[in-house]
């Protein structure tokens, strides 16, 4: 069989880091110090890249690098940083990559060149490692390095996080989750190996590539409970043995094998599960607001409109089911019950609770009497049950019957004299004259403030192409927009609203329920993900 040659085309950008002496650890790898668009410590000296520092796209943390490739001819486009290391001592090196168009390979520089990323793995992280024994005391350069494929257009963001390099000396690294071994010997051509393991939402937990040929390689992980799928490929397609070297992989946990094998073509699967196999949701789909990276104002806005609002509409009556499901009292009582935003008492027992399905309403004469579904957002304002807004149940919550109907299309408010006051302290009057408005506003106890605050920036978002016409459906809608698909709300109630939003931020009630959101309907709350765009838009 003939084996076909590679030529790779050597971009004109590296990252050299480097790190304190001794410790071996890169001064600032997580990205999370910087002056202006350089990250401390680091030191670019060439044009080829330029960085700026991304919110959005981390992988832990608060920010990681982004990194523009704009060039694909070979010249010094370094960012670079030294670091000393012992004689006989190891040190695992590792770095978070993210691709965004699949143009570019991310190469390990460890004094010299080592394993490539997997440029085709996109919109998601995958980690490069390199183990690295010492010599002699000396000050090398380690780093990353960039080379363009087929189809560059002579720019593409690269993000970068978590460059690390540590002494492996000082006893291993603990792992609070499940402890995995994995071990791989390559064939005759290394290279064309690599394997990833994906979670059961499809994102990528650990991956490797770049490999040298007839080579043996120990990689511990650590995985959460959880479903997952391990794949090795072979971009040739004949396996790792027999015909070229004697290749082999398995992955073990605690001495029980959860995949192994030598023998096959382009790839090969095994699904396994870890623990309790629940494991724990990401809140956000990696990639999911890549395009709004480096937007503020109204343009950011207008994006997270473009990224939110094709939303599958289930129908009004399936919000039962998400109700059942995720509308669960688990934070509070933890009784299971149906957690009513207009009952609940935070640091109480709650005057009553509610059943699933079987306390739904029905009849009501007062407070305890059922739950309903109660358009935080009132449907009046949107012209009544036009969909998607009318089952849309990022503004719909389970509230008690009675006080829903209290609460009417009213506009939500700070109170200065109450007319009626729920058992959990939500209350029904005449506004303060604080915040700037003169009517009759219902008030939600300061627990929930910053939920509906949200919410509220959530419609103003995912329906700005039509929400500027419903400023005249209803007296109270009339109060509260101002006609316009950018600010969508008058002045008092932004002010208010981004009082609420800071006074009681986000809460794992939120973030869950987001979560559950998105796997009924198909589409996020963006300001409970990233409560800082509340005041990069308002």
Known sequence: ???????????????????????????????????????DTWSTIDSGISLSRSTIIVKTGNSAAAINVTTGSQAN?????????????????SADVYHTEGKIKARLFVDGYQGFSNNTQTNQWQTITHSYTASSNKTISVGLRFYDVSGFDGSELVYVDNFLPTSNDSGSVSCSGNSLSFSLT????????????????????????????????NEALCLADGAYTFTINDSYGDGICCSFGSGSYALTNNGSTLASGESFSNAESTSFTLGSGSGSTPTTPTGYYITAQGLTGYALKTELYNII?????????????FYDSSARDIYFENDNSILDMYSEKPNGNDSYTYTAISDQCGNYSGEGGCYNREHSFPKSWFGGTNEPMNSDVHHIYATDGYVNSKRSNFPFGEVASATFRSTNGSKLGSASSAINYSGTVFEPIDE???????????????????????????TASNAVLNGSSNQVFESWVVAMLLNWHNADPVSQMEIDRNQAAFEFQGNRNPYIDYPEFVEMIW
């Not at 059961?200 to 991956?207: D, I, K, R, Y």
């Not at 609002?309 to 089911?321: D, F, L, P, R």
């Open 186 to 217: 390559t064939d005759n051509y290394g290279s064309e190996t690599s394997w990833a393991i994906n979670n059961n939402q499809g994102s990528t937990v650990a991956s490797g590539s770049g490999y040298a040929s007839n080579t043996q390689y």
């Open 77 to 93: 486009t370094d960012l670079l940083q030294q670091i000393t290391v012992e004689a006989g001592k190891t040190y695992a090196f």
């Open 448 to 474: 929930f403030k910053g939920d509906f605050a949200r919410a509220y920036f959530y419609m103003a978002t995912r329906y700005e192409n039509v929400i500027g016409s419903w400023q005249n459906n209803t």
């Open 1 to 39: 069989m003939l084996r076909r040659t590679y030529k790779h085309k050597l971009l004109s950008i590296a990252l050299l880091l480097g790190s304190l002496p001794s410790m071996a650890n890169v001064a600032n790898g997580s990205f999370e110090q910087w002056s202006g668009n350089t990250p």
């Open 309 to 321: 609002n094709n939303h599958s509409s289930q129908g009004y009556s399936a919000i039962w089911n």
